[in-house]
């Protein structure tokens, strides 16, 4: 399977913890236009890992994750190169965000959610050896089925011109993304 999307436009592959959101968005991109910009949060994350002690507890350093990782996806989207964007599913404001973007430059944004069970996705979480707390999860949890709810309500983020529900099996038939210009 294939997705495809408009060149220059945003996707946000959102998701439980463990759902498979990172693995997805590292298969192949076919692009027609401008360049494509993957932001994944926990690519700044291991990049401040890398460069810090092993023993400082990632707590203490998280907000300066938080901060470069959300400056990162400024900078994407202001470029004009197709973006797709990791999304835990509990910021509902960088959706809001990505809206603005996509109609202030004429643009869409889609998301891409990965519909997956708190069981499996807590079963990613082992197979990748990274866990979120209890607490976290829940609130992940919460927030995920928010999201559901609107959108099986037809009640879609400003901006937002498709939606793609993928459970588990259906994520892993996907072999590459396209964007490509419209003709």
Same mark, same amino acid.
């Given at each position: 399977?294939?997705?495809?999307?408009?060149?220059?436009?945003?996707?946000?592959?959102?998701?439980?913890?463990?759902?498979?959101?990172?693995?997805?968005?590292?298969?192949?991109? *076919?692009?027609?236009? +401008? =360049?494509? @910009?993957?932001?994944?949060? $926990?690519?700044? !994350?291991?990049? %401040?890992?890398? #460069?810090?002690?092993?023993?400082?507890?990632?707590?203490?350093?998280?907000?300066?994750?938080?901060?470069?990782?959300?400056?990162?996806?400024?900078?994407?989207?202001?470029?004009?190169?197709?973006?797709?964007?990791?999304?835990?599913?509990?910021?509902?404001?960088?959706?809001?965000?990505?809206?603005?973007?996509?109609?202030?430059?004429?643009?869409?944004?889609?998301?891409? *959610?990965?519909?997956? +069970? =708190?069981? @499996?996705?807590?079963?990613? $979480?082992?197979? !990748?050896?990274? %866990?979120?707390? #209890?607490?976290?999860?829940?609130?992940?949890?919460?927030?995920?089925?928010?999201?559901?709810?609107?959108?099986?309500?037809?009640?879609?983020?400003?901006?937002?011109?498709?939606?793609?529900?993928?459970?588990?099996?259906?994520?892993?038939?996907?072999?590459?993304?396209?964007?490509?210009?419209?003709?």
């Amino acid at each position: 399977m294939v997705l495809r999307w408009p060149a220059g436009h945003h996707v946000v592959v959102s998701g439980l913890p463990g759902s498979g959101k990172s693995t997805l968005m590292r298969r192949p991109v *076919v692009v027609a236009g +401008p =360049p494509v @910009a993957r932001i994944d949060s $926990q690519e700044t !994350r291991d990049l %401040w890992a890398a #460069r810090l002690p092993a023993w400082l507890p990632y707590a203490c350093y998280r907000p300066a994750v938080r901060l470069a990782h959300y400056a990162r996806l400024w900078r994407a989207l202001r470029s004009g190169a197709s973006v797709m964007v990791h999304d835990c599913g509990r910021t509902a404001w960088v959706r809001r965000w990505l809206g603005r973007e996509a109609r202030r430059s004429g643009r869409a944004f889609h998301l891409l *959610v990965l519909d997956v +069970p =708190p069981p @499996a996705a807590l079963s990613g $979480q082992s197979a !990748r050896g990274r %866990w979120v707390s #209890r607490r976290a999860f829940a609130g992940h949890r919460r927030a995920v089925a928010r999201l559901l709810a609107e959108i099986e309500a037809g009640r879609l983020p400003p901006g937002c011109a498709s939606v793609a529900l993928l459970d588990r099996t259906a994520a892993g038939a996907v072999r590459h993304f396209g964007f490509t210009r419209p003709g």
